[in-house]
């Protein structure tokens, strides 16, 4: 007991103490490269995708592991700030400032998890907006700006201001896709694709990728509008995770291109402070935009599914006998056509009642009666070949079709069914034990019967069975 608890507790540290690690080092990669890149060591970074580590985090897991995920945040942003500002005080307030941001994020959104994804519905969009594009950056905006008038002189409405759009915008933009990395959508989502739609998918966000150079590194006239059109068609084709991947790739792209001074951001204004803003507010409209249109389509997709599903269901259910499990009448008539299209097969049908049905129904009772039909059935199946087809007309009554048979093959199948059924006796109550026996007829198909030619001809020689004396065989050749 005690070896298996402590292998428990070692599984536990071992678990946690792998998750902390990859939380501190994504979050100080992503917090270190982009206080390089964006920030002169003192203002606000123009653009945030750290937090979306630690939020993205948080979503794929229960609660007992957030504190191994927000402890190593903290010190992975106290660490960041270190390398690249110098200093720490402030730093670690910024920290605390992000923790409790993605706190309430995780908080209000997190709610939603195990029901619908991230872009799901238009519904659960709505959430993801206001708690990590309003909420949650708002709050930490708040005590941010705080920090960073007090530390490092910034005024406070700017700073607010740049905090707020820069970490909603790495949320928006950086969470859905971290999500689907984490809990394995992406992986799955390219398994359960054929090649085919996977080199579908990889040409357009290639596609993407390649628009978004072109538009940010070289053309000379303003052309943002053309990247709404690859989106929405990568939207269209790919889902939401291509929306993801998209809006990703092209938040990567500009915002390289608008850090080196390059592209049609740069090109409207040289102030830094300003292109950030431009190019915050750009990736703005690009998500408003397509994130309800990959949510409503999500939506209609697994309506579609789920009707699909339905559907499957009802026809399965029309088709199966909802007792036995072999074929219902509709059904087995349906497969009898369609088999007695080939002429040159030769075609047997069997009909099979269970002998004195009635008195058991009227000894026993009608759920003895079913046990006695589920039973017949189970023996049916075993004992026909793997072509052969057999299903349950309604009440006792039982049809077989052996396909490319004969009278002799037939009246042999017969002979097994019903020594099995009778090495098989069937409890009636807790004292009573009976044998079941059963009468077939037997009719061969000729060259322009339909399924009542044949079903007629098989019940005329099952009623010469039974007035034989049942429990035996009759053909009609």
């Given at each position: 007991?005690?070896?298996?608890?402590?292998?428990?507790?070692?599984?536990?540290?071992?678990?946690?103490?792998?998750?902390?690690?990859?939380?501190?080092?994504?979050?100080?990669?992503?917090?270190?490269?982009?206080?390089?890149?964006?920030?002169?060591?003192?203002?606000?970074?123009?653009?945030?995708?750290?937090?979306?580590?630690?939020?993205?985090?948080?979503?794929?897991?229960?609660?007992?592991?957030?504190?191994?995920?927000?402890?190593?945040?903290?010190?992975?942003?106290?660490?960041?700030?270190?390398?690249?500002?110098?200093?720490?005080?402030?730093?670690?307030?910024?920290?605390?400032?992000?923790?409790?941001?993605?706190?309430?994020?995780?908080?209000?959104?997190?709610?939603?998890?195990?029901?619908?994804?991230?872009?799901?519905?238009?519904?659960?969009?709505?959430?993801?907006?206001?708690?990590?594009?309003?909420?949650?950056?708002?709050?930490?905006?708040?005590?941010?700006?705080?920090?960073?008038?007090?530390?490092?002189?910034?005024?406070?409405?700017?700073?607010?201001?740049?905090?707020?759009?820069?970490?909603?915008?790495?949320?928006?933009?950086?969470?859905?896709?971290?999500?689907?990395?984490?809990?394995?959508?992406?992986?799955?989502?390219?398994?359960?694709?054929?090649?085919?739609?996977?080199?579908?998918?990889?040409?357009?966000?290639?596609?993407?990728?390649?628009?978004?150079?072109?538009?940010?590194?070289?053309?000379?006239?303003?052309?943002?509008?053309?990247?709404?059109?690859?989106?929405?068609?990568?939207?269209?084709?790919?889902?939401?995770?291509?929306?993801?991947?998209?809006?990703?790739?092209?938040?990567?792209?500009?915002?390289?291109?608008?850090?080196?001074?390059?592209?049609?951001?740069?090109?409207?204004?040289?102030?830094?402070?300003?292109?950030?803003?431009?190019?915050?507010?750009?990736?703005?409209?690009?998500?408003?935009?397509?994130?309800?249109?990959?949510?409503?389509?999500?939506?209609?997709?697994?309506?579609t599914k789920n009707l699909a599903k339905r559907e499957k269901a009802?026809?399965?259910?029309?088709?199966?006998?909802?007792?036995?499990?072999?074929?219902?009448?509709?059904?087995?008539?349906?497969?009898?056509?369609?088999?007695?299209?080939?002429?040159?097969?030769?075609?047997?049908?069997?009909?099979?009642?269970?002998?004195?049905?009635?008195?058991?129904?009227?000894?026993?009772?009608?759920?003895?009666?079913?046990?006695?039909?589920?039973?017949?059935?189970?023996?049916?199946?075993?004992?026909?070949?793997?072509?052969?087809?057999?299903?349950?007309?309604?009440?006792?009554?039982?049809?077989?079709?052996?396909?490319?048979?004969?009278?002799?093959?037939?009246?042999?199948?017969?002979?097994?069914?019903?020594?099995?059924?009778?090495?098989?006796?069937?409890?009636?109550?807790?004292?009573?034990?009976?044998?079941?026996?059963?009468?077939?007829?037997?009719?061969?198909?000729?060259?322009?019967?339909?399924?009542?030619?044949?079903?007629?001809?098989a019940d005329k020689a099952l009623y010469m069975a039974k007035f034989?004396?049942?429990?035996?065989?009759?053909?009609?050749?």
């Amino acid at each position: 007991m005690y070896g298996r608890d402590n292998k428990d507790i070692q599984g536990f540290r071992r678990r946690y103490g792998q998750l902390w690690l990859t939380a501190a080092c994504l979050y100080f990669l992503m917090a270190a490269a982009t206080i390089h890149l964006t920030s002169n060591g003192r203002d606000i970074a123009t653009i945030w995708p750290a937090n979306a580590v630690l939020l993205a985090l948080l979503l794929v897991h229960d609660r007992s592991a957030w504190p191994s995920v927000l402890s190593a945040g903290l010190i992975a942003n106290a660490a960041a700030n270190l390398v690249t500002r110098g200093t720490i005080v402030g730093p670690m307030l910024y920290g605390l400032s992000n923790v409790l941001e993605v706190t309430v994020a995780a908080s209000v959104f997190g709610r939603n998890k195990g029901c619908v994804p991230i872009l799901g519905s238009a519904g659960v969009v709505v959430r993801f907006l206001l708690a990590c594009g309003l909420l949650a950056p708002g709050l930490s905006g708040f005590f941010g700006a705080m920090t960073a008038r007090l530390f490092f002189g910034q005024p406070f409405a700017l700073a607010f201001k740049t905090w707020f759009v820069s970490d909603a915008l790495g949320l928006l933009i950086f969470t859905p896709v971290l999500v689907a990395i984490f809990n394995g959508d992406i992986v799955r989502c390219f398994r359960e694709k054929d090649w085919i739609s996977r080199a579908e998918t990889f040409g357009l966000l290639a596609l993407a990728g390649v628009t978004a150079y072109l538009v940010f590194f070289v053309a000379h006239a303003p052309l943002l509008f053309t990247l709404f059109a690859p989106v929405m068609l990568i939207t269209f084709r790919a889902g939401r995770l291509g929306t993801k991947m998209a809006v990703m790739v092209i938040a990567v792209i500009g915002g390289c291109a608008t850090l080196q001074d390059v592209g049609p951001i740069a090109n409207f204004t040289r102030d830094h402070v300003q292109q950030a803003e431009l190019f915050q507010l750009f990736l703005a409209v690009l998500l408003l935009t397509c994130l309800p249109v990959a949510a409503d389509l999500s939506a209609r997709n697994r309506f579609t599914k789920n009707l699909a599903k339905r559907e499957k269901a009802m026809s399965l259910l029309a088709s199966t006998d909802s007792l036995t499990g072999l074929m219902s009448r509709s059904a087995f008539e349906a497969h009898v056509e369609h088999a007695l299209h080939d002429r040159a097969i030769p075609h047997v049908m069997v009909a099979i009642d269970l002998d004195h049905f009635k008195n058991i129904n009227d000894q026993w009772g009608h759920e003895a009666g079913d046990r006695a039909l589920v039973q017949a059935a189970q023996v049916l199946q075993t004992q026909i070949r793997s072509g052969d087809a057999a299903g349950r007309l309604g009440g006792d009554e039982f049809l077989l079709l052996l396909k490319d048979a004969s009278i002799g093959e037939a009246e042999n199948i017969c002979d097994r069914i019903r020594t099995a059924l009778r090495q098989n006796s069937i409890a009636m109550d807790g004292k009573t034990q009976i044998m079941l026996t059963l009468s077939c007829g037997i009719a061969s198909s000729r060259t322009a019967d339909t399924f009542q030619d044949l079903y007629r001809h098989a019940d005329k020689a099952l009623y010469m069975a039974k007035f034989a004396g049942r429990n035996t065989v009759r053909s009609i050749a």
